[in-house]
């Protein structure tokens, strides 16, 4: 059980340096873009609509930050559900994102294979997400075990006969025991 635990709370290391990475990224771009308007500013001739479109550029780095921000503050919270129109294979590329260094790390390959014009369903954007990165982060754990031989993850979208979406996350790893399945959709 501690081991578990001290694998959980590794991965959980892991995760935090993804999302460090998603948050460095458009803050560095903000001050590089400061800078350019700044050198702008003290030339001779301004070129205004340079430092306009630079200014533009600062704001939507900001936002960026802050929606990784909020979807990390909204994955960690307890908040209650709210059902929404969802964009499943949005969703998906978000958590990609969030744990692909975690991915590196462990030298895990890992791919989308993301279905085009999907349906729009209706559900919680965190739940969905909470889920997902559960079984990726699980399934990270399982191949960071393994000896040699290839390490992949594969999560992919598409729909089912009944015109439902079908969300599959699969892996290269030893697969579940068959104790876990119970605690398979636990958060973290």
């Known amino acids: 059980m ?7 709370v590794a991965a959980m290391g892991q995760l935090t340096a993804s999302i ?3 948050v460095k990224q458009p803050i560095a771009a903000t001050v590089a873009n400061a800078r350019a308007a700044l050198r702008f500013l003290d030339a001779p001739m301004v070129d205004l609509d340079e430092v306009r479109q630079i200014l533009n550029d600062m704001l939507k780095d900001g936002n960026r930050a802050g929606e990784v921000v909020s979807r ?7 908040a209650p559900p709210r059902p929404d129109r969802l964009e499943v294979n949005e969703a998906i590329r978000e958590l990609i994102e969030l744990t692909r260094s975690a991915a590196v790390k462990n030298s895990v390959s890992m791919h989308a294979e993301l279905a085009n014009g999907l349906p729009i369903v209706h559900g919680d954007r965190v739940q969905l997400q909470q889920v997902l990165l559960n079984l990726v982060i699980n399934a990270i754990e399982a191949m960071s075990g393994l000896g040699e031989g290839p390490r992949e993850l594969l999560v992919s979208s598409g729909t089912t006969e009944s015109g439902g979406v079908l969300v599959t996350v699969r892996d290269s790893g030893p697969g579940l025991a068959p104790a876990m399945l119970d605690r398979v959709f636990e958060s973290f």
């Open 2 to 8: 501690e081991l578990a635990h001290a694998n959980r």
């Open 20 to 22: 460090a990475h998603e």
């Open 72 to 78: 990390i503050q909204d994955l960690i919270k307890k």
